[in-house]
């Protein structure tokens, strides 16, 4: 094994050193079984990451939230001491998220303890796991960052080398379970926001509902990623346990925004249907969520609201052709949207401009914002809100925190929603979040 190294001379008080070596054995998983925090996962169709142990962070809150993230990130990797010849794939992120509303969660006895308004990491330790090969990378600060750096490359390396894979355990079981809210609730909720679409005050707001979960063992949470990993393979695939607190974790299919240089890819995921018992049943769902006014509607309002929002930033938006996205539980319209960028940007400024989009929270976006925090009687957290990492060139990708729940010990919380247009009948709302509870509730049943 030879690390790669950067120059030295900035080793300091203020210094941030990073190495990295390729691997020819080891699993990210290993990271994460460490129990070592804060610690994430991503893992896409191409990529799978583990970090853990924060070499820095960053936290801010409120309605600068997102630029003071980008700022404290710009300063952070300046003066991060990287080798020149470690590839892209293994370099330093920083990996995080937000919550879904302004400021921090409200209450210690939320599920949300412990996870601010916006909370990122630069790892100790990362392990990268492409199509291409793995890369392990180690991260030092301060005084001694190049012999930590250094000593966490040897030490990790060996335990890649020296840990095998191991196969996921079976779900915990679930207990017992309490809706947040009732279903007779839920219609009320839901008329009321009719009345509001009714009156021209709404074209469209996204409602949640909150499942409680007491499960029969304490949850792993790395064990049901893995699982996630063989029904859901083409969904992005994530964890996240900041210091103290529970695990926010889920297999979200939509993406919020990706960029590479002017590059910019994203989508509109937006109304929904279920799967069938045959294929031709299944057919026959999709054809109909595609003919279906409703849900071209609310599809249509979404997919013009992305536009919009990348507008300011691009040369060129193209959008895609209207697909189905056929999941294991459920079936989604989806739009594929690309922009080029008029200049350089930092991907967290697209994260502002994009969120939320109205398939996670409505239109116009200040009044589907209100009615949101007045109806909802829980907590949203860091539910339906972006989750991803950034690097050193303002790169990265952010995927939109659905089909997610947060859990600690034997108690998990699940979220889901349904997005509320004139002709929404509430009962069909209804069962159509139980659809979207699925992937979460059935890996702990």
Same mark, same amino acid.
Request: net charge negative; aromatic share 6%.
């Given at each position: ?23 020819? @054995? ?7 079984? &460490? ?12 990529? $799978? ?37 470690? %590839? ?76 095998? /894979?191991?196969? %996921? ?5 679930? /207990? @017992?379970?309490?809706?947040?809210? @009732? ?12 009345? @509001? ?44 346990? %900041? ?23 994203? /989508? ?10 045959? %294929? ?11 003919? $279906? ?43 594929? #949207? &690309? ?32 009615? #949101? ?28 925190? #659905?089909?997610? +729940?947060? +859990? ?11 997005? #509320? ?23 702990? /049943?």
């Amino acid at each position: 094994m030879e690390p790669l190294r950067g120059d030295e001379s900035t080793v300091g008080e203020t210094s941030v050193v990073t190495r990295g070596c390729r691997v020819e @054995s080891g699993t990210p998983r290993t990271v994460l079984d &460490t129990g070592t925090r804060p610690r994430f996962a991503w893992a896409t169709g191409s990529e $799978s990451i583990a970090a853990s142990g924060a070499a820095a962070t960053v936290t801010a809150s409120g309605a600068s939230r997102f630029a003071d993230v980008q700022a404290a990130a710009t300063a952070l990797f300046d003066r991060c001491d990287v080798p020149t010849d470690l %590839p892209s794939v293994a370099r330093p992120r920083l990996f995080g998220g937000f919550a879904f509303h302004e400021g921090d969660t409200e209450s210690t006895e939320s599920p949300w303890d412990g996870f601010p308004g916006a909370a990122f990491f630069l790892p100790e330790v990362q392990v990268t796991r492409t199509d291409g090969g793995t890369w392990l990378t180690t991260t030092g600060t301060g005084p001694t960052a190049a012999a930590d750096a250094d000593q966490r490359l040897d030490e990790w390396a060996d335990r890649l080398a020296d840990v095998p /894979e191991s196969a %996921p355990r079976g779900p915990p079981g679930v /207990e @017992s379970r309490e809706r947040t809210p @009732s279903q007779a609730t839920w219609r009320d909720q839901v008329g009321a926001a009719l009345e @509001s679409v009714e009156d021209g005050n709404l074209q469209k707001v996204v409602l949640a509902q909150a499942l409680h979960v007491r499960l029969r063992a304490d949850l792993s949470v790395p064990d049901v990623l893995d699982r996630l990993a063989v029904t859901y393979p083409d969904c992005y695939r994530f964890l996240l346990s %900041p210091e103290d607190g529970g695990t926010f974790f889920g297999a979200t299919p939509e993406r919020l925004v990706s960029l590479r240089g002017r590059t910019v890819r994203t /989508e509109a995921l937006a109304g929904s249907t279920g799967r069938g018992d045959t %294929p031709a049943e299944d057919e026959w769902l999709a054809a109909e969520l595609l003919d $279906s006014e409703k849900d071209t509607h609310e599809h249509t309002l979404v997919a013009d609201a992305i536009r919009d929002q990348l507008e300011p930033f691009a040369s060129s938006v193209r959008i895609g052709d209207r697909t189905v996205r056929r999941l294991a539980t459920v079936q989604h319209l989806r739009t594929s #949207i &690309t922009a080029e960028l008029e200049r350089d940007e930092h991907v967290l400024s697209l994260v502002e401009a994009l969120h939320p989009t109205p398939a996670v929270g409505g239109l116009p976006p200040d009044e589907a914002l209100r009615t #949101i925090r007045e109806t909802e009687a829980f907590d949203r957290g860091w539910y339906a809100a972006p989750i991803g990492w950034v690097d050193a060139a303002g790169n990265g990708t952010f995927a939109v925190g #659905i089909r997610s +729940a947060v +859990a600690k010990g034997r108690l998990a919380t699940l979220f889901a929603g349904a997005g #509320i247009v004139a002709d929404s009948d509430p009962d069909r709302e209804w069962d159509e979040v139980q659809l979207k509870y699925r992937p979460m509730l059935d890996e702990l /049943e």
